[in-house]
C-alpha cells in the first residue's frame, strides 16, 4: 500500500514553558489512538514543540483505511424463515436492506433465541477524507489552564496564530478560530523568518534553518553541551537542576548559553538567598568552584544567537544586581529584629481565618511537642531543643526575606536564630520541622527537629479536618496529604512507635480546647484516621505491597506505624514461604467464626468436653501474656504461628456451633478471644491464600 | 532617549494603530488597570482602543526617596485593544523597535504571568514581558473583569516607564534618570517623594482616613442606585487609595484586611454590574456606531 508522512504543526503565542511537553505528548496520543481506532497504520510517530509550537509528524502512513467487516443483526429465525422453509419477506428486506443477498444471512443465537445475521464489508476509506477530523482533536486538547482572546468562543492554552497540516504534499483542511490549516510555518521570532514548506520530512531541517531547533530532547541537549562547554573553559561546576533545564528548555526557540557576574560583596548573603533569587526569579543557573564554593557568576540561557552576547550580559546583570541589593538590604534589616519582637507581630498574623492566629497555632504546637517529646522520652537536651524550637518556629515568617522568597521559610529562621545566640539544636529543629517538603526531601535528623515536624503537621492537619476542610479528589489546597505522609516517613525514620489513635486524640483535644472544631469530634477523628490509613495504604502501594495484606495490616487500629510497616514487611516475606496458605488459612478459621459470637463472654474452662479444647485454652493464655504491651512484631507473627497445629487439633476434634447453647457460646468465646489475639496483628481473613 | 521623548515615541506608535490617546484620569489609583478607562471600558461588547499614560500611587513602596528601585508613584504606559487584534505581539513589538531596542541585540521573552487581582474582581492570562532578563511589560489577555465575563477578550499592555527608562538610559538609580533634558527624576518628584512616604508612614491619621473610606463607601453606593456609574467609580478608586494608606500605615490587622478586601470587592463587583446596564440601556452606543461604519 502506498504511504505518506503526515505533519501538524499548531502555531501558537508563547505557551508557558511548563505545559509545553505534557501539551504535545497529549496531542500525540490522541493522534495515535484516532489512527488506531480508524483501522490507519503507520511507522512512526516524532515529536516536536518550542514555546511557539506543537507539532506532529507521523510517518509512513497508509492512504487507505484498512477494510473492515460489520456485523448486522436481523430478524429471529422463526420470523426470517417461513413454514415451508423459504426465506421470509422480512429476511429477504433485512439482507437486501444491508446491501447483501438472503444467501449471506447466517444464523447466531442470542440469548437463547437465533437471530438472522449478515457480515457486512466495509472498503477502508482513503485517509486523506478521514484527516479533516484531526481538527476536532487539535480543538480537544485540555491545558491545565485555557484562556479565550478577542471574539472566540474556543478556551485555549494561547492564541493560534497558523495550522500546518499536510498529507504528503496535500493540505488537510482544517481551520480553527479564523485560522485555515496550510503549509506556511514561521521560523525563529527576531532570526527567522516565513518558511514554505513542501514535504513534511523538510520541517525539522527548514525550521533549523530559520533559527528554531524544534525537537525539544535536541534543544535540552544543546543547552547542557553549552553548559558544559563554560564548565570546562571557566573550570566551573554548574549543577543543571531537571526541573529548571525543562523550563529553559521550553522557553527559548534557540538556545545560546551565556554568562554574566556579580559583585563579590553580594557573596555575604547566604548562599540559599542568592541561588534562589537566580533560580527562581530569573532562571539562572548557580556556578559553584570546583571545591564547591558558589561563585559570583550566573549562566542564563538566551533565546537567540551569538550576536550581541555582551550587551544581553549585561542586561541581565542589572537586573540581578537590583534584585541582589534588595535581598541584601533585606538581609541587614532583618538582623535589626529581636526574636521576642518577631512573636508580638505573629499575633496579628491570621493564618486561617476559621482556625486562628499563628500565635494561637504555635501555641498548640508547642504544648503536643512537649507531650510528643514526654511520650518518647527523649533526653533532657532534646526536650528543651523541641520546647524552644516550637515557641519561636514560625518568627522568620515576620522577616522581609521569607516575605520576599516564601520557600526560604524554615531555612532564614535557622540562620537568624543562630545570629540571635539561640542554640544550634534549637536552629536546626525550626528548619527542620518544615521537612520533608517535598516527596524526594529527607526527614529531619534531630529528635527535636523530628518531634516538632510532627507536631507541626499534625495540628495543621486536625485544624483543616475540625474546619471540614478535607482533601477530596485532587483538591488539597493545604498539601494535607503531603504533611500526612511526611508524619508517617519521620515515625518510620526515627522507628517512634507511639500510638497512633492516642496521638490523633491529643491533636484533636487541643484543637477541640480551642473552641476552632466546626464538627462532631468522634466524626473529626474517624475522618482522621481513614485519611492517614489511605496515606499508609499508599506507601505501602509504593513499596510494592499486595494489596490483600495492606487490607489484612489496616483492618484494625494503626497502633505504632514502624510496627504496623514491619507486619505488613513480614506477611508479605511469609507470603512466599512454605506453611503460609496453612497457617492464614487455620487463623482466619478462628477469626471468621468469632463472628458469629453475640455476646462473647468469659470461657469457662469446665464446659470442655475433650483436650484439645484445653490444650487451646493453655495455649491462648500462653500467648495472650506474650503479646501484651508492645512486642516486636516478629515475635508476635511467631507466635501466631505457633497456633496453628492447637488450632487445627481444635477443629478437627470439636463442634464450635454445638446444640447446646451453653456449649456453643463458651466455645464462641473462645474463639473470639482468640480472633483478638490474631486480628491485633493483622485481619488474617483478608488475605488470599492460593 | 529621555523619558519624555520615550512618551512621546509610545504615544506616536500606539495612535498610529487607532487607539484613542487620553490623558491620565484624574483620581488616584494604584495602577493604570484601575483607570476607568480600562476597568470599565473593558466590560461588555463595544470596541475600544485607548493608550495613556498613568502616575500609579503605591504608599507602600514609598521609601522617602532613598531606593534607587522603589517609588511612592510611578509610571505606567497603558494600552487597551478590545477585541485583542490579532497581531497584537507583533504591534508590541515594533513599539519596541520604536524606541530603539533592536531584538536581534537582546533577548526578549514571553514568560508566563497570570494577572490577577481578587480585590477587583479581575483576571486575566498573558505574559511578563523580559528584555535581557528584566520584566518591562506586563501582557494581559483580560478574561474577568468585576466578577464579569470578558467578551470579547481586550488585551492589556502596561510597560513600567521608570524600568524600561533605566534599561533604555542605562542608569542604577531611578532618580538620576532623565525626564526631558536637564531635568531628572529626582527634579521633579524627589521632594513629593519624601513628602508621600512621611505622610504615608508617620503623619496620615488612621482615624480620619478610617473614616474616610466609610464615606467614600457609601457615596458609592447611594450613587451606583441612582445609576451614576462614573461618579460612583471615582469614590470606589478613593476609597481603594485610602486602604493603600491605611494598609501601608500598618493601621489594618490582618483580620480587618480581609474584610476591607471584600469590601472593595462588592463595590467593584456592583459597579461593574451597573456600567453593563448602563451602557445596555444606551444600546451599546460605540458597537452601534462601528457596525454601522462596517455597513457603509
Same mark, same amino acid.
Given at each position: ?10 502555531g501558537?503565542?508563547?505557551?508557558p ?6 501539551? /504535545? ?7 495515535e ?8 497504520n ?21 492512504e ?19 413454514e415451508t422453509?423459504?426465506?421470509s ?10 446491501g ?7 444464523f447466531?443465537e ?7 445475521? /449478515?457480515k ?7 485517509t ?13 486538547l485540555?491545558?491545565?489552564k485555557?484562556?479565550?482572546?478577542a471574539?472566540?468562543e474556543l ?7 497558523w ?15 479564523g485560522?485555515?490549516?496550510?503549509t506556511?510555518?514561521?521560523g ?8 514554505e514548506?513542501?514535504?513534511p520530512?523538510?520541517?525539522e531541517s527548514?525550521?533549523l ?9 535536541r534543544r535540552k ?10 564548565? !570546562? ?12 533545564l ?9 538556545? +545560546? ?43 542564563? /540561557?538566551?533565546n537567540?544567537?551569538?550576536n550581541?552576547?555582551?550587551t ?13 541589593a ?6 541587614k ?9 518577631a ?14 492566629t499563628?500565635?494561637?497555632?504555635i501555641?498548640?504546637?508547642?504544648n ?18 523541641a ?15 521569607v ?5 526560604l ?61 478535607t482533601?477530596t ?6 498539601a494535607?496529604?503531603r504533611?500526612a ?7 518510620l525514620?526515627?522507628a ?9 486524640d ?5 484543637i477541640?480546647?480551642a473552641?476552632i472544631?466546626k464538627?462532631d469530634?468522634?466524626e ?7 485519611f ?8 505501602l ?19 505504632a ?7 505488613s ?17 487455620a487463623?482466619?478459621r ?8 453475640? +455476646? ?10 475433650n ?13 495472650a ?9 516478629? +515475635? ?30 463458651n ?7 482468640? *480472633? *483478638?489475639?490474631?486480628?491485633?496483628f493483622?485481619k488474617?481473613?483478608?488475605?488470599? /491464600?492460593? | ?14 495612535s ?5 490617546l ?37 504608599p ?14 510611578h509610571h505606567?504606559f497603558q494600552?487597551i ?6 497581531n ?6 515594533n ?6 531596542i ?9 514568560v ?17 514581558v ?6 518591562i ?6 478574561q474577568?473583569?468585576?466578577?464579569? !465575563? ?38 521633579i518628584?524627589g ?8 505622610y +504615608?508612614?508617620e ?17 458609592a ?9 462614573h461618579p460612583?467609580?471615582?469614590?470606589v478608586?478613593?476609597c ?9 500605615r500598618?493601621?489594618i ?10 469590601r ?8 461593574a ?6 451602557? !445596555?440601556?444606551?444600546?451599546f452606543?460605540?458597537l452601534k456606531?462601528k ?6
Amino acid at each position: 500500500m502506498s504511504k505518506r508522512d503526515m505533519l501538524l504543526e499548531v502555531g501558537l503565542e508563547e505557551m508557558p514553558a511548563r505545559y509545553v511537553t505534557s501539551s /504535545v505528548d497529549q496531542l500525540a496520543q490522541k493522534i495515535e489512538a484516532w489512527l488506531e481506532s480508524h483501522g490507519i497504520n503507520y511507522s512512526e510517530v516524532n515529536l516536536f514543540s518550542t514555546p511557539r509550537r506543537l507539532g506532529v509528524h507521523v510517518r509512513e502512513m497508509d492512504e487507505q483505511q484498512e477494510d473492515s467487516f460489520e456485523e448486522a443483526k436481523g430478524p429471529a429465525r422463526k420470523i426470517a424463515v417461513t413454514e415451508t422453509g423459504d426465506w421470509s419477506k422480512a429476511a429477504i428486506g433485512f439482507s437486501r436492506g444491508q446491501g447483501m443477498a438472503p444467501e449471506d444471512i447466517y444464523f447466531k443465537e442470542i440469548k437463547g433465541v437465533e437471530y438472522a445475521h /449478515v457480515k457486512k464489508y466495509i472498503k477502508g476509506q482513503r485517509t486523506a477524507d478521514l484527516l479533516p477530523e484531526l481538527e476536532s482533536i487539535i480543538t480537544g486538547l485540555n491545558f491545565p489552564k485555557n484562556m479565550r482572546w478577542a471574539n472566540e468562543e474556543l478556551r485555549y492554552i494561547r492564541p493560534i496564530k497558523w495550522l500546518v497540516a499536510m498529507f504528503g504534499q496535500e493540505i488537510i483542511p482544517i481551520s480553527i478560530t479564523g485560522v485555515s490549516s496550510g503549509t506556511v510555518t514561521y521560523g525563529h521570532r527576531f532570526l527567522g523568518g516565513k518558511i514554505e514548506l513542501t514535504n513534511p520530512d523538510d520541517y525539522e531541517s527548514q525550521l533549523l534553518s530559520q533559527y528554531v531547533l524544534a525537537d525539544s530532547e535536541r534543544r535540552k541537549q544543546a543547552i547542557l553541551s553549552q553548559i558544559e562547554k563554560l564548565e !570546562e573553559e571557566m573550570d566551573w561546576v554548574i549543577t543543571v537542576e531537571a526541573e529548571l533545564l525543562e523550563e529553559v528548555t521550553n522557553l527559548v526557540e534557540y538556545p +545560546t548559553a551565556l554568562y554574566g557576574r556579580f559583585e563579590e560583596e553580594f557573596l555575604e548573603i547566604p548562599e540559599e538567598v542568592l541561588i534562589t533569587s537566580m533560580k527562581e526569579h530569573q532562571r539562572y543557573f548557580p556556578v559553584k568552584s570546583k571545591e564547591g564554593t558558589l561563585l559570583p557568576y550566573f549562566v542564563t /540561557v538566551r533565546n537567540g544567537d551569538h550576536n550581541h552576547l555582551e550587551t544581553v550580559a549585561k542586561g541581565n546583570e542589572k537586573v540581578l544586581r537590583a534584585r541582589l541589593a534588595d535581598a541584601a538590604f533585606f538581609y541587614k534589616e532583618d538582623q535589626k529584629m529581636p526574636i521576642e519582637k518577631a512573636l508580638v507581630k505573629l499575633n496579628s498574623i491570621v493564618y486561617h481565618e476559621e482556625i486562628g492566629t499563628l500565635s494561637e497555632k504555635i501555641s498548640r504546637v508547642r504544648n503536643l511537642t512537649n507531650q510528643l517529646t514526654g511520650m518518647l522520652q527523649l533526653n533532657q537536651e532534646s526536650q528543651k531543643a523541641a520546647d524552644r524550637a516550637a515557641e519561636i518556629s514560625k518568627f522568620d515568617l515576620v522577616t522581609q526575606m521569607v516575605y520576599e522568597f516564601p520557600e526560604l521559610q524554615g531555612f532564614m529562621g535557622q540562620k537568624y536564630a543562630l545570629q540571635k545566640g539561640e542554640s544550634s539544636l534549637v536552629a536546626q529543629a525550626i528548619n527542620e520541622h518544615y521537612m520533608p517538603r517535598n516527596a524526594e526531601d529527607a526527614t529531619p535528623e534531630s529528635d527535636a527537629g523530628a518531634s516538632l515536624a510532627i507536631a507541626d503537621k499534625l495540628d495543621t492537619i486536625v485544624s483543616f479536618f475540625s474546619i471540614g476542610s478535607t482533601p477530596t479528589g485532587s483538591q488539597d489546597p493545604y498539601a494535607l496529604r503531603r504533611q500526612a505522609s511526611g508524619i508517617i516517613q519521620i515515625l518510620l525514620k526515627k522507628a517512634w512507635n507511639i500510638n497512633f489513635e492516642e496521638t490523633v486524640d491529643l491533636a484533636v483535644s487541643l484543637i477541640g480546647g480551642a473552641g476552632i472544631a466546626k464538627r462532631d469530634t468522634l466524626e473529626i477523628k474517624s475522618d482522621l484516621i481513614s485519611f492517614f490509613k489511605l496515606r499508609i495504604k499508599h506507601y505501602l502501594q509504593e513499596q510494592g505491597t499486595s494489596h490483600d495484606i495492606i487490607e489484612a495490616v489496616l483492618g484494625g487500629p494503626i497502633g505504632a506505624v514502624p510496627e504496623l510497616i514491619k507486619r505488613s514487611n513480614i506477611l508479605e516475606a511469609y507470603k512466599r514461604k512454605e506453611g503460609f496458605k496453612s497457617s492464614i488459612e487455620a487463623l482466619s478459621r478462628v477469626a471468621n467464626i468469632a463472628g458469629k459470637a453475640e +455476646t462473647p463472654g468469659e470461657i469457662n474452662p469446665d464446659l470442655f468436653e475433650n483436650e484439645y479444647e484445653r490444650q487451646l485454652y493453655n495455649k491462648y493464655l500462653a500467648s495472650a501474656a506474650k503479646v501484651q504491651g508492645t512486642i516486636p512484631a516478629k +515475635t508476635y507473627f511467631e507466635e501466631l504461628i505457633s497456633l496453628e497445629s492447637f488450632i487445627s487439633n481444635y477443629f478437627e476434634h470439636t463442634m464450635v456451633m454445638a446444640e447446646d447453647r451453653e456449649l456453643r457460646t463458651n466455645r464462641l468465646s473462645q474463639m473470639a478471644k482468640l *480472633a *483478638a489475639i490474631i486480628e491485633g496483628f493483622a485481619k488474617v481473613n483478608a488475605i488470599i /491464600v492460593k | 532617549m529621555n523619558i519624555q521623548n520615550m512618551i512621546l515615541t509610545l504615544q506616536q506608535h500606539w495612535s498610529e494603530q487607532g487607539c484613542i490617546l487620553m490623558q491620565a484620569y484624574d483620581v488616584e489609583k494604584g495602577a493604570g488597570t484601575m483607570s476607568p478607562y480600562t476597568f470599565l471600558r473593558a466590560i461588555g461588547p463595544e470596541p475600544w482602543n485607548v493608550a495613556y499614560v498613568e502616575p500609579s500611587r503605591r504608599p507602600a513602596d514609598g521609601r522617602y526617596g532613598e531606593n534607587p528601585n522603589r517609588l511612592y508613584q510611578h509610571h505606567q504606559f497603558q494600552v487597551i485593544m478590545k477585541p485583542s487584534p490579532d497581531n497584537i505581539q507583533e504591534l508590541y513589538l515594533n513599539s519596541l523597535t520604536a524606541l530603539g531596542i533592536n531584538p536581534l541585540e537582546h533577548d526578549i521573552r514571553f514568560v508566563e504571568d497570570n494577572w490577577e487581582n481578587p480585590s477587583l474582581g479581575c483576571a486575566g492570562l498573558g505574559w511578563e514581558v523580559w528584555l535581557d532578563g528584566m520584566e518591562i511589560t506586563q501582557f494581559t489577555y483580560f478574561q474577568q473583569v468585576g466578577g464579569l !465575563e470578558c467578551k470579547p477578550v481586550s488585551v492589556e499592555i502596561t510597560y513600567g516607564i521608570e524600568r524600561l527608562a533605566s534599561y533604555i538610559q542605562d542608569k542604577e538609580n531611578v532618580f538620576d534618570l532623565e525626564w526631558t533634558d536637564g531635568f531628572t527624576v529626582r527634579d521633579i518628584f524627589g521632594q513629593p517623594e519624601y513628602e508621600h512616604s512621611k505622610y +504615608t508612614f508617620e503623619t496620615s491619621d488612621p482615624d480620619m482616613l478610617f473614616n474616610l473610606f466609610s464615606i467614600y463607601e457609601k457615596e458609592a453606593h447611594r450613587q451606583m442606585e441612582e445609576g451614576l456609574v462614573h461618579p460612583a467609580y471615582d469614590y470606589v478608586l478613593k476609597c481603594s487609595h485610602t486602604f493603600n494608606i491605611l494598609d501601608a500605615r500598618g493601621a489594618i490587622s490582618v483580620t480587618e484586611r480581609t474584610g476591607y478586601i471584600a469590601r472593595c470587592r462588592n463595590l467593584a463587583r456592583k459597579i461593574a454590574k451597573t456600567f453593563y446596564e448602563e451602557r !445596555e440601556k444606551l444600546g451599546f452606543p460605540i458597537l452601534k456606531q462601528k457596525e454601522e461604519l462596517n455597513h457603509e
